[in-house]
Protein backbone atom coordinates (compact mmCIF):
# COMPACT_ATOMS: atom_id res chain seq x y z
CA UNK A 1 0.00 0.00 0.00
CA UNK A 2 1.03 3.34 -0.93
CA UNK A 3 2.05 5.96 1.75
CA UNK A 4 0.41 9.23 0.64
CA UNK A 5 1.21 10.78 4.18
CA UNK A 6 5.04 9.97 3.38
CA UNK A 7 4.89 12.14 0.71
CA UNK A 8 2.94 15.27 2.16
CA UNK A 9 -0.41 14.17 1.11
CA UNK A 10 -4.24 13.30 2.54
CA UNK A 11 -5.23 10.26 2.34
CA UNK A 12 -8.72 11.72 2.54
CA UNK A 13 -8.53 13.33 -1.08
CA UNK A 14 -9.11 11.87 -4.26
CA UNK A 15 -5.69 11.80 -6.24
CA UNK A 16 -4.79 12.19 -9.96
CA UNK A 17 -1.55 10.46 -11.08
CA UNK A 18 0.30 12.22 -13.97
CA UNK A 19 2.68 10.49 -15.64
CA UNK A 20 3.97 10.70 -19.32
CA UNK A 21 6.67 8.21 -18.71
CA UNK A 22 10.20 7.80 -17.24
CA UNK A 23 11.80 10.69 -19.56
CA UNK A 24 8.22 13.19 -19.33
CA UNK A 25 5.58 14.70 -21.63
CA UNK A 26 6.42 18.12 -22.34
CA UNK A 27 3.15 18.51 -23.51
CA UNK A 28 1.73 16.95 -20.66
CA UNK A 29 3.53 18.68 -18.31
CA UNK A 30 2.56 21.99 -19.30
CA UNK A 31 -1.10 21.28 -19.51
CA UNK A 32 -0.78 19.95 -16.14
CA UNK A 33 1.15 23.04 -14.74
CA UNK A 34 -1.92 25.37 -16.49
CA UNK A 35 -4.38 23.03 -14.91
CA UNK A 36 -3.00 22.83 -11.45
CA UNK A 37 -4.80 25.39 -9.51
CA UNK A 38 -7.97 24.38 -11.12
CA UNK A 39 -7.34 20.56 -9.61
CA UNK A 40 -6.60 21.90 -6.25
CA UNK A 41 -9.77 24.25 -6.02
CA UNK A 42 -11.38 21.06 -6.93
CA UNK A 43 -10.47 18.95 -3.84
CA UNK A 44 -7.83 16.71 -5.83
CA UNK A 45 -4.15 16.15 -4.76
CA UNK A 46 -1.68 15.09 -7.38
CA UNK A 47 0.83 12.74 -8.29
CA UNK A 48 2.97 13.89 -10.63
CA UNK A 49 5.46 11.83 -12.72
CA UNK A 50 6.91 15.10 -14.57
CA UNK A 51 10.26 13.18 -15.66
CA UNK A 52 13.69 12.95 -14.94
CA UNK A 53 14.73 16.00 -17.28
CA UNK A 54 11.65 18.48 -16.48
CA UNK A 55 11.10 17.67 -12.34
CA UNK A 56 13.50 19.91 -11.13
CA UNK A 57 12.26 22.50 -12.87
CA UNK A 58 8.68 21.93 -11.38
CA UNK A 59 9.63 20.79 -7.78
CA UNK A 60 11.29 24.15 -7.40
CA UNK A 61 8.80 26.22 -9.01
CA UNK A 62 5.61 23.87 -6.58
CA UNK A 63 7.76 23.37 -3.50
CA UNK A 64 5.98 23.75 -0.27
CA UNK A 65 2.86 23.36 -2.20
CA UNK A 66 0.24 21.48 -0.54
CA UNK A 67 -1.33 18.72 -2.17
CA UNK A 68 1.18 18.31 -4.87
CA UNK A 69 3.82 15.38 -4.80
CA UNK A 70 6.08 15.81 -7.70
CA UNK A 71 9.03 13.27 -8.84
CA UNK A 72 10.90 12.79 -12.02
CA UNK A 73 10.39 8.72 -11.59
CA UNK A 74 9.84 6.10 -8.81
CA UNK A 75 9.78 2.55 -8.54
CA UNK A 76 6.35 2.58 -6.80
CA UNK A 77 4.41 3.08 -9.50
CA UNK A 78 2.22 -0.12 -8.94
CA UNK A 79 1.34 0.92 -5.80
CA UNK A 80 0.48 5.08 -6.63
CA UNK A 81 -1.46 3.32 -9.66
CA UNK A 82 -3.56 1.34 -6.69
CA UNK A 83 -3.69 4.19 -4.65
CA UNK A 84 -4.92 7.11 -7.76
CA UNK A 85 -8.80 7.92 -8.32
CA UNK A 86 -7.62 9.13 -11.53
CA UNK A 87 -4.53 8.63 -14.03
CA UNK A 88 -3.90 11.14 -17.07
CA UNK A 89 -1.12 9.60 -18.80
CA UNK A 90 -0.22 8.26 -22.69
CA UNK A 91 -1.65 4.89 -24.18
CA UNK A 92 1.53 2.80 -24.62
CA UNK A 93 0.15 -1.09 -24.28
CA UNK A 94 1.75 -1.47 -20.93
CA UNK A 95 0.20 1.35 -19.74
CA UNK A 96 -3.06 0.14 -20.61
CA UNK A 97 -2.12 -3.14 -18.82
CA UNK A 98 -1.26 -1.38 -15.91
CA UNK A 99 -4.58 0.63 -15.43
CA UNK A 100 -6.61 -2.28 -16.45
CA UNK A 101 -4.97 -4.54 -13.99
CA UNK A 102 -5.24 -1.64 -11.02
CA UNK A 103 -8.57 -0.82 -12.44
CA UNK A 104 -7.52 2.79 -12.61
CA UNK A 105 -9.84 4.92 -15.07
CA UNK A 106 -7.96 7.47 -17.35
CA UNK A 107 -7.54 10.04 -19.38
CA UNK A 108 -5.36 8.96 -21.80
CA UNK A 109 -3.13 11.48 -24.36
CA UNK A 110 -1.45 9.42 -27.11
CA UNK A 111 1.77 10.37 -28.72
CA UNK A 112 1.22 11.90 -32.14
CA UNK A 113 4.35 10.10 -33.00
CA UNK A 114 4.16 6.47 -32.03
CA UNK A 115 4.38 3.88 -35.07
CA UNK A 116 1.44 3.69 -36.81
CA UNK A 117 -0.48 6.06 -34.59
CA UNK A 118 -1.17 2.86 -32.23
CA UNK A 119 -1.72 4.97 -29.34
CA UNK A 120 -4.34 6.57 -30.61
CA UNK A 121 -6.02 3.17 -31.76
CA UNK A 122 -5.17 2.10 -28.14
CA UNK A 123 -7.08 5.37 -26.42
CA UNK A 124 -9.99 4.96 -28.71
CA UNK A 125 -10.33 1.47 -27.69
CA UNK A 126 -10.42 2.10 -24.27
CA UNK A 127 -12.61 5.02 -24.56
CA UNK A 128 -14.78 2.71 -26.17
CA UNK A 129 -15.06 0.10 -23.71
CA UNK A 130 -16.08 2.98 -21.25
CA UNK A 131 -12.81 2.44 -18.91
CA UNK A 132 -10.71 5.89 -20.36
CA UNK A 133 -11.49 8.97 -21.88
CA UNK A 134 -9.46 10.23 -24.99
CA UNK A 135 -7.64 13.64 -25.38
CA UNK A 136 -5.35 14.07 -27.76
CA UNK A 137 -2.64 16.35 -27.72
CA UNK A 138 -3.23 18.89 -30.53
CA UNK A 139 -5.92 19.23 -27.96
CA UNK A 140 -4.50 19.26 -24.97
CA UNK A 141 -4.52 22.55 -22.97
CA UNK A 142 -5.13 23.34 -19.29
CA UNK A 143 -8.62 24.32 -19.86
CA UNK A 144 -9.08 20.75 -21.75
CA UNK A 145 -7.52 18.45 -19.42
CA UNK A 146 -9.94 20.10 -16.67
CA UNK A 147 -12.89 19.53 -18.79
CA UNK A 148 -11.97 16.42 -18.71
CA UNK A 149 -11.66 15.83 -15.36
CA UNK A 150 -14.99 17.44 -14.27
CA UNK A 151 -16.67 14.93 -17.18
CA UNK A 152 -15.24 12.19 -15.54
CA UNK A 153 -15.97 12.63 -11.60
CA UNK A 154 -19.64 12.82 -13.16
CA UNK A 155 -19.99 9.44 -14.01
CA UNK A 156 -16.77 8.25 -12.22
CA UNK A 157 -19.05 5.08 -10.83
CA UNK A 158 -19.72 3.84 -14.65
CA UNK A 159 -16.03 3.81 -15.31
CA UNK A 160 -14.76 1.75 -12.44
CA UNK A 161 -17.80 -1.22 -12.66
CA UNK A 162 -16.41 -1.43 -16.52
CA UNK A 163 -12.99 -1.76 -15.32
CA UNK A 164 -14.34 -4.09 -12.41
CA UNK A 165 -15.84 -5.94 -15.42
CA UNK A 166 -12.70 -6.87 -17.18
CA UNK A 167 -11.39 -10.12 -16.93
CA UNK A 168 -7.88 -10.45 -15.35
CA UNK A 169 -5.41 -11.96 -17.59
CA UNK A 170 -4.12 -15.14 -16.05
CA UNK A 171 -1.28 -15.39 -18.15
CA UNK A 172 1.36 -16.91 -16.16
CA UNK A 173 -1.72 -20.04 -15.15
CA UNK A 174 -2.83 -20.31 -18.37
CA UNK A 175 1.00 -21.06 -19.52
CA UNK A 176 1.40 -23.42 -16.82
CA UNK A 177 -1.96 -25.26 -17.07
CA UNK A 178 -1.21 -25.45 -20.93
CA UNK A 179 2.76 -27.27 -20.40
Known sequence: ???????????SKQAIFVTG???????LNEAVDSA?????EQGFELIWQTGKTQSEY?????????????????DELPAIMNYAWLAV???GAMTIAELQGAKLPAILIP?????ENH?????????RKGVAKLLEQSKLTGESLLECITSMRSSYSVY????????????????????
Open 119 to 127: QYYNALEQE
Open 58 to 74: YLNKYKGQKGVYIFGFS
Open 111 to 115: LPTAA
Open 160 to 179: KEKLESIPLENVAANITSYI
Open 1 to 11: VWDAKKYGLSE
Open 89 to 91: TRA
Open 21 to 27: GSQGSKA
Open 36 to 40: INGML
